[in-house]
T-cell receptor, first 111, second 114 residues
Framework: SQELEQSPQSLIVQEGKNLTINCTSSKTLYGLYWYKQKYGEGLIFLMMLQKGGEEKSHEKITAKLDEKKQQSSLHITASQPSHAGIYLC???????????FGQGTRLTINP | DADVTQTPRNRITKTGKRIMLECSQTKGHDRMYWYRQDPGLGLRLIYYSFDVKDINKGEISDGYSVSRQAQAKFSLSLESAIPNQTALYFCATGTTGRWGGEQFFGPGTRLTVL
């Protein structure tokens, strides 16, 4: 089983709508990274969260880290076609010194 | 110029062939990683290196080997390719950090093994 589970695995939304992607860990999170991947391309770093309760925003994307729930959420407000792609969460668990990734969430934005 | 480059970008090969994927970086990072991506499985770590003399197996290293020729170069080899190694392969570099740090990815190499 995955150490990081993302939900949903696939999401189709109408342009302009809000959406949320979740990343749940089976272990205590010490750092959580969000990446975006355009189809067939490399990953682009979005945000890093390190502290419980931390929330960061970049343009219309907001990410939160809830350590008690061992969960992070990524929220997109007023989605645009440019938001389409695969979103991956990654975390380095204590002592691991390397990232483990969730399976990804494929986001499609319909005009 | 891209900070992390991978060559080739696409490769089609036959079962049993030896394949080398190369990665170069200009970011000056000590840490480098090789991942493979398969649909529905996310990214899985193959090998990682914290410096030229430090190479470690990841979760799926069987069938692969690596070479860290210099701080800036990290190559991945498939000694005898098999069809289930068909995947998208990514190289990444990383900053040092208490919990792993941010990673910077190359554009990927799409490998098909027939």
């Amino acid at each position: 089983s995955q150490e990081l589970e993302q939900s949903p695995q696939s999401l189709i939304v109408q342009e302009g709508k809000n959406l949320t992607i979740n990343c749940t860990s089976s272990k205590t999170l010490y750092g959580l990274y969000w990446y975006k991947q355009k189809y067939g391309e490399g990953l682009i770093f979005l945000m890093m969260l390190q502290k419980g309760g931390e929330e960061k925003s970049h343009e219309k994307i907001t990410a939160k880290l809830d350590e008690k729930k061992q969960q992070s959420s990524l929220h997109i407000t007023a989605s645009q076609p440019s938001h389409a792609g695969i979103y991956l969460c990654g975390s380095s668990f204590q002592g691991a010194q390397k990232l483990v990734f969730g399976q990804g969430t494929r986001l499609t934005i319909n005009p | 110029d891209a900070d992390v480059t991978q060559t080739p970008r696409n490769r089609i090969t036959k079962t049993g062939k030896r394949i080398m994927l190369e990665c170069s970086q200009t970011k000056g990072h000590d840490r480098m990683y090789w991942y493979r991506q398969d649909p529905g499985l996310g990214l899985r770590l193959i090998y990682y290196s914290f410096d030229v003399k430090d190479i470690n197996k990841g979760e799926i290293s069987d069938g692969y080997s690596v070479s860290r020729q210099a701080q800036a170069k990290f190559s991945l080899s498939l000694e005898s390719a098999i069809p289930n190694q068909t995947a998208l392969y990514f190289c990444a570099t990383g900053t040092t950090g208490r919990w792993g740090g941010e990673q910077f990815f190359g554009p990927g190499t799409r490998l098909t093994v027939l």
